[in-house]
């Protein structure tokens, strides 16, 4: 079984930083990759981003050039480092990863959420 935990979220002005971090645990055999969606109130689900196991890095335009996501491997870890923070980046962010466990193929797992508030 895979568990992803976030952490790191909170509340922050308008262009102040946070960064997210997120572990998978449980039995892991590889991970393709990780990455983090986010969902704002009355709002549907968004992809912000994610890394894949080559290490390519892929961007939301919206958030382009604020954020910068990043991968541990050897802790099964992303971090999402959130820059220039806007209130319309208030949102319950969700890690997500593709994972191959020892007993299964590839599979997609999400996290619990973490609330991240960007108000003055």
């Known amino acids: 079984q895979v568990q992803l935990v976030e952490s790191g979220g909170g509340l922050v002005q308008p262009g102040g930083s946070l960064r997210l971090s997120c572990a998978a645990s449980g039995s892991i055999f590889s991970i393709s990759s990780m990455g983090w969606h986010r969902q704002a109130p009355g709002k549907q689900r968004e992809w912000v981003a994610y890394?894949?196991?080559?290490?390519?890095?892929h961007y939301e335009d919206s958030v382009k050039g604020r954020f910068t996501i990043s991968r541990d491997n050897a802790k099964n870890t992303v971090y999402l480092q959130m820059n220039s923070l806007k209130p319309e980046d208030t949102a319950v962010y969700y890690c997500?990863?593709?994972?191959?466990?020892?007993?299964?193929?590839?599979?997609?797992?999400w996290g619990q959420g973490t609330q991240v508030t960007v108000s003055s």
């Open positions: 890394v894949t196991s080559d290490g390519s890095m």
């Open positions: 997500t990863a593709q994972i191959a466990t020892v007993y299964s193929g590839r599979n997609d797992y």
